[in-house]
Protein backbone atom coordinates (compact mmCIF):
# COMPACT_ATOMS: atom_id res chain seq x y z
CA UNK A 1 0.00 0.00 0.00
CA UNK A 2 1.40 3.72 -0.81
CA UNK A 3 -0.29 6.57 0.08
CA UNK A 4 0.61 9.67 -2.27
CA UNK A 5 0.09 13.71 -1.22
CA UNK A 6 0.89 16.33 -3.90
CA UNK A 7 1.72 19.72 -3.16
CA UNK A 8 3.19 22.52 -4.42
CA UNK A 9 0.46 23.74 -6.66
CA UNK A 10 -0.93 27.35 -6.90
CA UNK A 11 -1.44 30.42 -9.50
CA UNK A 12 1.17 31.82 -12.01
CA UNK A 13 0.84 33.89 -14.98
CA UNK A 14 1.47 32.25 -18.05
CA UNK A 15 5.56 32.02 -18.77
CA UNK A 16 5.78 31.32 -15.32
CA UNK A 17 7.13 28.22 -13.42
CA UNK A 18 6.00 25.47 -10.50
CA UNK A 19 7.20 22.60 -9.19
CA UNK A 20 5.03 19.90 -8.00
CA UNK A 21 6.07 17.38 -5.27
CA UNK A 22 4.51 14.30 -4.74
CA UNK A 23 5.63 12.51 -1.46
CA UNK A 24 4.92 8.19 -0.71
CA UNK A 25 4.53 6.66 2.11
CA UNK A 26 6.36 3.21 2.50
CA UNK A 27 9.63 1.94 2.76
CA UNK A 28 9.29 0.65 -1.38
CA UNK A 29 9.30 3.96 -2.90
CA UNK A 30 11.68 3.28 -5.37
CA UNK A 31 10.09 -0.01 -6.65
CA UNK A 32 7.67 1.99 -7.97
CA UNK A 33 7.02 3.80 -11.78
CA UNK A 34 5.58 7.03 -10.91
CA UNK A 35 3.23 9.33 -12.99
CA UNK A 36 1.89 12.37 -13.11
CA UNK A 37 -1.45 13.04 -14.84
CA UNK A 38 -4.00 16.16 -15.19
CA UNK A 39 -7.84 17.13 -15.48
CA UNK A 40 -9.03 20.23 -16.74
CA UNK A 41 -12.66 21.35 -16.14
CA UNK A 42 -14.73 19.46 -18.35
CA UNK A 43 -11.77 17.19 -19.56
CA UNK A 44 -10.74 13.87 -18.98
CA UNK A 45 -7.87 13.02 -17.39
CA UNK A 46 -4.51 12.83 -19.33
CA UNK A 47 -1.45 11.80 -18.61
CA UNK A 48 1.57 14.26 -18.42
CA UNK A 49 5.00 13.01 -17.07
CA UNK A 50 6.31 9.46 -15.78
CA UNK A 51 9.32 8.08 -14.72
CA UNK A 52 10.24 4.10 -14.36
CA UNK A 53 11.48 2.82 -10.97
CA UNK A 54 14.54 2.37 -8.93
CA UNK A 55 17.02 5.06 -10.23
CA UNK A 56 14.40 6.66 -12.43
CA UNK A 57 16.92 6.05 -16.10
CA UNK A 58 13.78 6.18 -18.30
CA UNK A 59 11.26 9.17 -18.61
CA UNK A 60 8.15 10.04 -20.67
CA UNK A 61 6.66 12.90 -21.43
CA UNK A 62 2.56 13.57 -23.41
CA UNK A 63 3.34 16.06 -26.63
CA UNK A 64 1.98 18.71 -24.93
CA UNK A 65 4.18 19.28 -22.01
CA UNK A 66 7.44 18.00 -23.81
CA UNK A 67 10.72 20.43 -23.54
CA UNK A 68 8.81 22.45 -20.78
CA UNK A 69 8.39 20.07 -18.03
CA UNK A 70 10.50 18.03 -16.35
CA UNK A 71 9.91 14.87 -13.97
CA UNK A 72 12.07 13.50 -11.79
CA UNK A 73 12.64 11.25 -8.07
CA UNK A 74 14.71 11.51 -5.22
CA UNK A 75 14.05 7.76 -3.71
CA UNK A 76 16.20 8.50 -0.27
CA UNK A 77 13.15 11.62 0.17
CA UNK A 78 9.83 9.02 -0.89
CA UNK A 79 9.43 11.97 -3.84
CA UNK A 80 8.53 12.94 -7.08
CA UNK A 81 8.73 16.44 -8.80
CA UNK A 82 7.48 18.09 -11.50
CA UNK A 83 8.92 20.72 -12.74
CA UNK A 84 6.80 22.81 -14.97
CA UNK A 85 8.44 25.93 -16.81
CA UNK A 86 7.00 28.22 -19.38
CA UNK A 87 3.24 27.24 -18.22
CA UNK A 88 0.90 28.22 -20.05
CA UNK A 89 -3.36 28.71 -19.49
CA UNK A 90 -4.02 25.72 -21.10
CA UNK A 91 -1.67 23.63 -18.34
CA UNK A 92 -4.35 24.66 -15.92
CA UNK A 93 -6.00 21.31 -13.99
CA UNK A 94 -5.97 19.68 -10.83
CA UNK A 95 -2.07 17.63 -11.08
CA UNK A 96 -2.06 14.21 -9.79
CA UNK A 97 0.78 11.82 -9.11
CA UNK A 98 0.11 8.18 -9.67
CA UNK A 99 2.20 4.92 -8.60
CA UNK A 100 2.00 1.43 -9.82
CA UNK A 101 5.03 -1.51 -9.12
CA UNK A 102 5.44 -1.82 -13.10
CA UNK A 103 8.36 -2.58 -14.76
CA UNK A 104 7.03 -0.47 -17.61
CA UNK A 105 9.73 2.01 -19.11
CA UNK A 106 9.58 4.46 -22.25
CA UNK A 107 6.08 5.31 -23.38
CA UNK A 108 4.53 2.28 -21.83
CA UNK A 109 4.13 4.12 -18.53
CA UNK A 110 1.73 6.61 -20.28
CA UNK A 111 -0.86 3.82 -20.22
CA UNK A 112 -0.37 1.26 -17.41
CA UNK A 113 -3.37 1.73 -14.73
CA UNK A 114 -1.63 2.95 -11.90
CA UNK A 115 -2.48 1.30 -8.73
CA UNK A 116 -2.37 4.53 -6.31
CA UNK A 117 -3.25 7.98 -6.63
CA UNK A 118 -2.95 11.13 -4.56
CA UNK A 119 -5.93 13.52 -4.05
CA UNK A 120 -4.30 16.24 -6.51
CA UNK A 121 -3.05 19.75 -6.16
CA UNK A 122 -4.56 22.94 -8.37
CA UNK A 123 -2.75 24.44 -10.81
CA UNK A 124 -4.07 27.68 -12.12
CA UNK A 125 -2.42 29.83 -14.99
CA UNK A 126 -3.89 32.96 -16.03
CA UNK A 127 -3.06 34.97 -19.30
Known amino acids: QVQLVESGGGSVQAGGSLRLSCAASGRTFSSYAMGWFRQAPGKEREFVAA?????????YYADSVKGRFTISRDNAKNTVYLQMNSLKPEDTAVYYCAADKSPANGQTMGIIPYDYWGQGTQVTVSS
Open 51 to 59: ISRWGGVST
